[in-house]
């Protein structure tokens, strides 16, 4: 079955810190894999996908994600976190050959600390 | 553009009460879907539909049902509510082979 892990629940960074937050997949198929943005209260946006071609996408906000094939991972990277990135963020992946349909991660809190 | 409207935004609702969660797009996105969000749990799939006409169970489809009668409307139905369907509910379109566009949310408590 497929799945995906955010095995983070909680990270704090400071102001000014870089981030990574971590996502892992198990897919039987070639992936298409995206990062959204939840804000409490709000619906969910999305900071960037992977469809294929280069490894290191570039989203908005000055998020960035690479895909690593080799590790089935597609973790999200920013280099100086801003106090507004304070949110939850997921990971999801789908595939053509299931029908297109997201898998998401269980999702990470990001906390920024001034 | 309004993109994905839902309604509504927030109800409480009785157990063994039915209620239809109402999801229109006005994007011709042909693929709609249906997501419930619980804490620590992330998104889960409940229903989704590939094109009007068409629907699928998801990931936990027990308890509700779907229609697409066309591209623009997805319902959702809660046929006899229960308290563990008191969640958020998100809807969702996208074209083929494209990122998902979310609502706004639903928040339903059950009592």
């Known amino acids: 079955a497929q799945s995906v892990t955010q095995p983070d629940i909680h990270i704090t960074v400071s102001e000014g810190a870089s981030l990574e937050l971590r996502c892992n997949y198990s897919?039987?198929?070639?992936?298409?894999l995206f990062w959204y943005v939840q804000s409490p209260g709000q619906g969910l946006q999305l900071l960037l996908k992977?469809?294929?071609?280069?490894?290191l996408v570039q989203g908005i906000k000055g998020f960035e994600a690479e895909f690593k094939r080799s590790q089935s991972s597609f973790n999200l990277r920013k280099p100086s976190v801003h106090w507004s990135d304070a949110a939850e963020y997921f990971c999801a992946v789908g595939a053509k050959e299931y029908g297109n349909k997201l898998v998401f991660g269980a999702g990470t809190i990001l906390r920024v600390k001034s | 553009t309004a993109g994905i409207t839902q309604a509504p935004t927030s109800q409480i609702l009785a157990a063994g009460r039915s209620m239809t969660l109402r999801c229109t797009q006005d994007m011709r996105h042909n693929a709609m879907y249906w997501y419930r969000q619980d804490l620590g749990l992330g998104l889960r799939l409940i229903h989704y539909s590939n094109t009007a006409g068409t629907t699928g169970k998801g990931e936990v489809p027990d308890g509700y049902s779907v229609s697409r009668a066309n591209t623009d409307d997805f319902p959702l139905t809660l046929a006899s509510a229960v308290p563990s369907q008191t969640s958020v509910y998100f809807c969702?379109?996208?074209?083929?082979?494209?990122?998902?566009?979310f609502g706004q949310g639903t928040r339903l408590t059950v009592v």
């Open positions: 969702a379109s996208t074209l083929s082979n494209t990122e998902a566009f």
């Open positions: 897919y039987g198929a070639t992936p298409y």
């Open positions: 992977y469809f294929s071609g280069d490894t």
